[in-house]
Nanobody, 121 residues
Framework: QVQLVESGGGLVQAGGSLRLSCAASGRFISINAMGWYRQAPEKTRELVATITDGGATSYADSVKGRFTISRDNAKNTVSLQMNSLKPEDTAVYYC???????????????WGQGTQVAVSS
């Protein structure tokens, strides 16, 4: 019902920057919230940042002051600007959306395929 496609991952040196983008498409009434999660090798998936349709944001303590999440409601996209990257930021980053659809309920969760971010020291 909702498809999410991420882009922008890559390999950078410590202290560098990357910008991740995610575009949502499909048949939905509205997208209530979008966010980014990440999963490092041999670790569980963790929340990085979220943003509501009203613009309220939240961040994991480990990325506060370095990462910025934003969205364009008209285009149904969400971005994550990552500055001052550290080796511990290395992970697969996943786009997430909570959407209201005609057939699947008011709050259904969808995931993108993931994009790799690698930070070298």
């Amino acid at each position: 019902q909702v498809q999410l496609v991420e882009s922008g991952g890559g390999l950078v040196q410590a202290g560098g920057s990357l910008r991740l983008s995610c575009a949502a498409s499909g048949r939905f009434i509205s997208i209530n919230a979008m966010g980014w999660y990440r999963q490092a090798p041999e670790k569980t998936r963790e929340l990085v940042a979220t943003i509501t349709d009203g613009g309220a944001t939240s961040y994991a303590d480990s990325v506060k002051g370095r990462f910025t999440i934003s969205r364009d409601n008209a285009k149904n996209t969400v971005s994550l600007q990552m500055n001052s990257l550290k080796p511990e930021d290395t992970a697969v980053y996943y786009c997430n959306a909570v959407a209201k659809t005609r057939f699947y309920g008011d709050r259904s969760t969808y995931w993108g395929q993931g994009t790799q971010v690698a930070v070298s020291s």
